[in-house]
Nanobody, 124 residues
Framework: QVQLVESGGGLVQPGGSLRLSCTAS????????VRWFRQAPGNEREGVSC????????YCPDLRDRRFTVTRDDAKNTVFLQMNDLKAEDTAVYYC?????????????????WGQGTQVTVSS
């Protein structure tokens, strides 16, 4: 059974940092790119990071928030999202999702596997 499990969310003060983890089981991330998304109440889901591809490759949209950085540990089959200088508007449920390498990375519909999400709350 394929699972993506996010962790690392929580409550953080404005200006703080968090690192989220996305660990895959039943799935070799060597064959997949992973991207982070988020959804706040009342808002549509949106991509918030570059994609982490295999062997250290990275694919970034034309417009991206440079406060967020995606990295990968192949040995642990895990992708990370480092979030710095967090703001109240970053409050959302954060999801990781995997798409086969070479897919249409900018089409959410093509992401095959999604995690259950982890809550990030930015508040003083």
């Amino acid at each position: 059974q394929v699972q993506l499990v996010e962790s690392g969310g929580g409550l953080v003060q404005p200006g703080g940092s968090l690192r989220l983890s996305c660990t895959a089981s039943g799935l070799n991330l060597d064959n997949y790119a992973v991207r982070w998304f988020r959804q706040a109440p009342g808002n549509e889901r949106e991509g918030v990071s570059c994609l982490s591809g295999s062997h250290g490759s990275t694919y970034c949209p034309d417009l991206r928030d440079r406060r967020f950085t995606v990295t990968r540990d192949d040995a642990k089959n895990t992708v990370f999202l480092q979030m710095n200088d967090l703001k109240a508007e970053d409050t959302a449920v954060y999801y990781c999702a995997a798409i086969p390498t070479g897919g249409n990375y900018w089409s959410e519909d093509e992401y095959q596997y999604w995690g259950q999400g982890t809550q990030v709350t930015v508040s003083s």
